[in-house]
T-cell receptor, first 111, second 113 residues
Framework: QKEVEQNSGPLSVPEGAIASLNCTYS??????FFWYRQYSGKSPELIMSIYSNGDKEDGRFTAQLNKASQYVSLLIRDSQPSDSATYLCAVNKEYGNKLVFGAGTILRVKS | DAGITQSPRHKVTETGTPVTLRCHQT?????MYWYRQDPGHGLRLIHYSYGVKDTDKGEVSDGYSVSRSKTEDFLLTLESATSSQTSVYFCAIMGTSGSNEQFFGPGTRLTVL
């Protein structure tokens, strides 16, 4: 079992729709959860951090965390073609200052 | 912009040659990381550093060594490059807020022929 799992996609949504990206993790001691966006040929860019159960909203982005189910998700409202990218989920390991990354979900927003 | 630069940005080398990649940061961050990114594998940690001369292995450290003689520089060395080390290499720093957030450099694309 991978430590952080994501559906590789591609996930295709029409412009203006809600894109829902999901991630599960195996380390129950994890406390910090992150979503990165990576455009083709570029480096990952941190877009959301979440540390406690529930929802966290930032503009068109909402991160959702459920530690009991070991599940974290990212919702993108009013999706735009510029949101087309690979989205990486990252989770800290219980001990030390290290992150484990999922393989990423490719999102395609069609205009 | 976390003030991270990587050099070189692109490199083509031959099997068996030594290669050193450099990561430079300007904001005095304590933690620095080296990752490689390959299709289907996402980002995998090679080595990391938690201070000058303090380093530790990540999940894919075989064939790599690192050094950190100054806070601002973290070097990744492939002693004898192999074709399996063809990859994109990213350096990252941990922000100083204690939040475990990491910020990435622009990356180095390495091709080993």
């Amino acid at each position: 079992q991978k430590e952080v799992e994501q559906n590789s996609g591609p996930l295709s949504v029409p412009e203006g729709a809600i894109a829902s990206l999901n991630c599960t993790y195996s380390d129950r001691g994890s406390q910090s959860f992150f979503w990165y966006r990576q455009y083709s040929g570029k480096s990952p860019e941190l877009i959301m951090s979440i540390y406690s159960n529930g929802d966290k909203e930032d503009g068109r982005f909402t991160a959702q965390l459920n530690k009991a189910s070991q599940y974290v998700s990212l919702l993108i409202r009013d999706s735009q073609p510029s949101d087309s990218a690979t989205y990486l989920c990252a989770v800290n390991k219980e001990y030390g200052n290290k992150l484990v990354f999922g393989a990423g979900t490719i999102l395609r927003v069609k205009s | 912009d976390a003030g991270i630069t990587q050099s070189p940005r692109h490199k083509v080398t031959e099997t068996g040659t030594p290669v050193t990649l450099r990561c430079h940061q300007t904001e005095n961050h304590r933690y620095m990381y080296w990752y490689r990114q390959d299709p289907g594998h996402g980002l995998r940690l090679i080595h990391y550093s938690y201070g000058v001369k303090d380093t530790d292995k990540g999940e894919v450290s075989d064939g790599y060594s690192v050094s950190r003689s100054k806070t601002e520089d973290f070097l990744l060395t492939l002693e004898s490059a192999t074709s399996s080390q063809t990859s994109v290499y990213f350096c990252a720093i941990m922000g100083t807020s204690g939040s475990n957030e990491q910020f990435f450099g622009p990356g180095t694309r390495l091709t080993v022929l």
